[in-house]
């Protein structure tokens, strides 16, 4: 099953999309300019094989919900978040509020 729910963090709208799989559930919050998202991310991926996109992103592992997401803290964050003041150990809420 997919989920896609708008949500507003301080006046600001994004995405949470939640796709459940078996043994698995992803989870991303994103706007136009980038996105948090569950574990799955391959932080070292977007950073070198896809470098030349400059992907705004970072990952939190450990969630399993949405709201679990915007709570905890990112394990690794893309170059090109880390250019936009996010930063490993941030909130992923603060992260998004970056992104704006």
């Not at 136009?32 to 939190?60: H, S, T």
Request: aromatic share 4%.
């Amino acid at each position: 099953m997919v989920s896609l729910t708008p949500i507003i963090i301080d006046g600001h709208p994004f995405t949470a999309v939640t796709v459940r799989l078996p043994k698995t559930t992803l989870l991303t919050v994103s706007n136009d300019q980038g996105y948090i998202m569950c574990g799955a991310l391959d932080v070292a991926l977007l950073n070198n094989v896809l470098a030349d996109r400059k992907i705004v992103a970072g990952r939190a592992v450990g969630v399993k919900t949405i709201d679990q997401l915007l709570k905890a803290p990112l394990e690794s964050v893309t170059k090109e978040a880390e250019a936009l003041g996010i930063y490993t150990g941030m909130i992923g809420e603060e992260a998004l509020l970056k992104m704006v």
